[in-house]
């Protein structure tokens, strides 16, 4: 998708995390509150990222997770700090 179309979907704190990296405020994406049953999927590509069953609280402000699916994290070393997460099958 172009920038044009992503600002059309998602707002620029989002796109920032999503596109390029950046990490979100603490407890300030959705996800963080959620605890439905089933699997989470990527917003970019819509693949599956993670099973409810792997995620856990882990009271940081994030989503947390014990296991992605296999092959589907990125590595990212940021200002703040180093960390893998979930992406989509067609993103990684």
């Given at each position: ?24 405020a603490p407890n ?22 993670v099973s409810s069953?792997?995620?856990?609280e882990a009271r ?33």
């Amino acid at each position: 998708k172009t920038e044009e179309e992503w600002a059309e979907i998602l707002p620029e704190e989002q796109r920032y995390a999503l596109l390029e990296g950046g990490p979100e405020a603490p407890n300030s994406i959705p996800v963080v509150l959620e605890h439905h049953t089933g699997e989470y999927k990527c917003a970019e590509c819509s693949s599956v990222l993670v099973s409810s069953a792997s995620r856990f609280e882990a009271r940081t402000g994030w989503p947390s997770c014990a296991d992605c699916m296999p092959g589907k994290q990125r590595n990212y070393s940021h200002k703040i700090n180093s960390r893998k997460e979930p992406a989509g099958e067609n993103c990684v």
